[in-house]
Nanobody
């Protein structure tokens, strides 16, 4: 069973930066999409950023120009660079990989979540 392990969360001041990383516990045949979601207390989980296997990126309006998603296909990892952080970015951040097996079975994997708190 593949597990996604996230790292890099923590406390940042407004205007500061953090980088989140997500790594798969074992090699995956093909990863279509590497995505990042977040969930603030009392709110629904929302997509923050995603990157396709062709390198195409999509961002939520709230983070455009501040966040940058990347992927390393050789290592099955993704990073989310977060700059100019705001208090409203405070949430638990999750990575998600949409994958396919050699038998063309589509499977989604989620990380366990990492807390990001933006506060002075």
């Amino acid at each position: 069973q593949v597990h996604l392990v996230e790292s890099g969360g923590g406390l940042a001041q407004p205007g500061g930066s953090l980088t989140l990383s997500c790594a798969a516990s074992e090699s995956i045949f093909r990863i279509f999409i590497m995505a990042w979601y977040r969930q603030a207390p009392g709110q629904q989980r929302e997509m923050v950023a995603m990157i396709s296997d062709s390198g195409r990126t999509t961002y939520a309006e709230a983070v455009k120009g501040r966040f940058s998603v990347s992927r390393d296909n050789a290592r099955d990892t993704s990073s989310l660079q977060m700059n100019n952080l705001k208090p409203e970015d405070t949430a638990v951040y999750y990575c998600k990989f949409k994958t396919t097996t050699q038998e063309n079975e589509i499977r989604d994997y989620w990380g366990q979540g990492t807390q990001v708190t933006v506060s002075s």
